[in-house]
Each structure stands twice: as structure tokens, then as C-alpha cells.
């Protein structure tokens, strides 16, 4: 009886780049540096979509904070995953850092939810819209907060694994 390969999950998406051999040999500071590049491009991103979506397109401001995440977010794995700890494609650290993304999910929400409820309001004027204070300052707690939990667990657990 011939035997059959059992049916498993593509993996994710990656992006098109042809970099330095793998490995997760990168040390500290470059990591560290690479880290903070690709978060700050990311946290654009997450930042720009949050504002389109909830003052441009009318989403409910945690709707809208959700959604920007995860985009933010999968920006961020996949350029860390190639650049920063220049890991090999994997499942399990796949499924790996979508635990960690749910974890650092409802903290980032719930801080920024918190934060935007409990913060003083005053209005800052961004491309011609009244924008609350709290919700950059909340923002940027919030996306603290996630950042460095992501980068202890990914640095030391996360691109460790095979």
C-alpha cells in the first residue's frame, strides 16, 4: 500500500529578498538596530492605517486599532524574520510569533484603549484634523510596551528555535 503525504498548511507569505546567508548569528547591536529600523517603519504603518481607518473612514477607534496592528505586525515578522534575525522559514516559529502577536495584541489594544479613556484631553491639529493628544501618546505607550516584549521574546526564544 503506497503511503501518502499527510496535507499540511502553506507557509506564510514571504517577501522577495536575497540577503546575507541565514542564521540567527547577527549580534546584539546590528539586531538591536534592525529591530528598531523595522519597528519604526512599521509603527507608521500601524499609526497611518489607525488614523486612516478610524478619522478618515469611520471605523470604531478599537476597530481600527486592531486592524492597524495586525498589518503593522506582519510587516514587522516578516522583514524581522529575513533582515534582523535572519531566520530560515518555519511553522513552528510561525505559529510561534502568532502566540506572541496575541499576546502583545490584547496589550497594545487594551493599553491604548486605557490610556485614551483615562489621559487629559488636549487636541494636537494633524493634517487638518483634531487629534486628541491621548491618542498618540497612548499610541506610542502601547506600541512600547509591545515592542520590547516582541524583541526579548523573539530575540531569545523565537529565532532560537529550528
Known amino acids: 500500500m503506497p503511503v501518502t503525504a499527510e496535507p499540511h498548511l502553506p507557509l506564510p507569505p514571504e517577501l522577495p529578498l536575497v540577503d546575507e546567508p541565514g542564521g540567527t548569528?547577527?549580534?546584539?547591536?546590528?539586531?538591536?538596530?534592525?529591530?528598531?529600523?523595522?519597528?519604526?517603519?512599521?509603527?507608521?504603518?500601524?499609526?497611518?492605517?489607525?488614523?486612516?481607518?478610524?478619522?478618515?473612514?469611520?471605523?470604531?477607534?478599537?476597530?481600527?486599532?486592531?486592524?492597524?496592528?495586525?498589518v503593522g505586525t506582519t510587516t514587522a515578522y516578516l522583514i524581522n524574520r529575513r533582515w534582523t534575525f535572519k531566520a530560515e522559514p518555519s511553522r513552528a516559529r510561525f505559529i510561534a510569533v502568532v502566540v506572541l502577536?496575541?499576546?502583545?495584541?490584547?496589550?497594545?489594544?487594551?493599553?491604548?484603549?486605557?490610556?485614551?479613556?483615562?489621559?487629559?484631553?488636549?487636541?494636537?491639529?494633524?493634517?487638518?484634523?483634531?487629534v486628541a493628544l491621548a491618542v498618540l501618546v497612548a499610541f506610542v505607550v502601547a506600541q512600547g510596551v509591545a515592542t520590547v516584549i516582541n524583541f526579548v521574546v523573539q530575540r531569545a526564544v523565537i529565532f532560537k528555535m529550528h
Open 25 to 70: 548569528d547577527v549580534d546584539l547591536l546590528t539586531q538591536i538596530i534592525r529591530f528598531i529600523l523595522t519597528g519604526v517603519l512599521s509603527a507608521v504603518v500601524d499609526f497611518g492605517l489607525y488614523l486612516v481607518l478610524w478619522k478618515v473612514a469611520g471605523f470604531d477607534r478599537d476597530i481600527a486599532k486592531a486592524c492597524s496592528f495586525i
Open 101 to 130: 502577536y496575541a499576546i502583545t495584541f490584547a496589550a497594545q489594544v487594551g493599553i491604548n484603549a486605557l490610556l485614551n479613556t483615562t489621559l487629559p484631553a488636549m487636541k494636537l491639529n494633524i493634517a487638518g484634523h483634531q
